[in-house]
């Protein structure tokens, strides 16, 4: 069995395949303050039962690169493979600077091309909502990045005096009458709105319609308010880009 591994800027996502099966998946909390020996006991306790052979790590959070990888080591006896620009993607990065892309959009990039008709323009809901997009010709040309959802409802409380602190929910109207369901709508909408408009200005900059794929938590949610339906939502995306990769660069 395969085991992959998304550690992003709030979440560890965790995938274990089998073939091209996923047949399980966790998440825990991207805790910088843990050690590597408590990553090691944790593993241990959620892969009880797996026989894992391979593992690839694609990671946002230098910090804990490293400790992951050493944790992996420690817990399954394996060398990880660890997801970069410089590994073998099988797509060219064409973007002024190919190390600036992180892992998770290469691993959005890749599994794009290998599971959806070209052109693909990807939004993935994490931390900060990117778009990722594949040409026609199966290369990564960029993007958008843009505050996640749950980063504007935090940012709205913490730099502000008087607006509260509210959870990710469906927005039930567009001009809201109180204070929840107006910053709902300014957020969940206006997440909406932003996805169409990008959506429509890189169409018309590919040159041809793309097919629309989200992943992440919020996608079922903002997918109520699109003028434009996403044509597919994988929530597992990023783990099964991971999945080709580990087959492109495994020793």
Do not use: H, W
Not at 17 to 22: D, N, P, R, T, V
Not at 105 to 111: D, E, G, T, Y
Not at 199 to 214: N, R, Y
Request: net charge negative; proline share 4%; with cysteine.
């Amino acid at each position: 069995m395969l085991l992959v591994a998304d550690i992003g800027n709030t979440s560890i996502t965790l995938g274990i395949y089998e073939g091209s099966a996923i047949v399980e998946q966790f998440r825990i909390a991207s805790d910088k303050d843990l050690d590597i020996d408590e990553y090691v006991v944790l593993l241990k306790t959620l892969l009880k039962g797996f026989v894992i052979s391979g593992c690839i790590i694609s990671s946002v959070v230098e910090e804990l690169t490293q400790k992951f990888n050493n944790a992996i080591i420690g817990a399954l006896k394996i060398e990880p493979v660890i997801l970069s620009p410089k590994s073998n993607i099988g797509m060219a990065l064409k973007v002024d600077n190919p190390s600036e892309v992180g892992a998770d959009r290469i691993a959005n990039a890749v599994a794009s091309k290998n599971l959806y008709k070209l052109p693909v323009i990807a939004v993935d809901f994490g931390t900060a909502t990117s778009f990722d997009i594949v040409d026609k010709e199966g290369n990564f040309v960029g993007g958008a990045i843009a505050p996640g959802i749950n980063l504007q409802l935090k940012s709205l409380n913490k730099f502000t005096s008087k607006l509260p602190k509210i959870e990710v929910a469906t927005s039930p109207c567009a001009i809201g009458t109180n204070t929840t369901d107006a910053i709902l709508a300014g957020v969940i909408r206006g997440c909406a709105s932003m996805i169409d408009g990008i959506v429509e200005q890189s169409e018309s900059e590919l040159g041809e319609k793309a097919t629309l794929i989200a992943t992440g938590g919020y996608a079922t949610i903002v997918a109520n308010y699109l003028k434009r339906p996403f044509d597919n939502i994988n929530p597992t995306l990023t783990l099964d880009g991971l999945s080709y990769l580990y087959e492109l660069n495994r020793k």
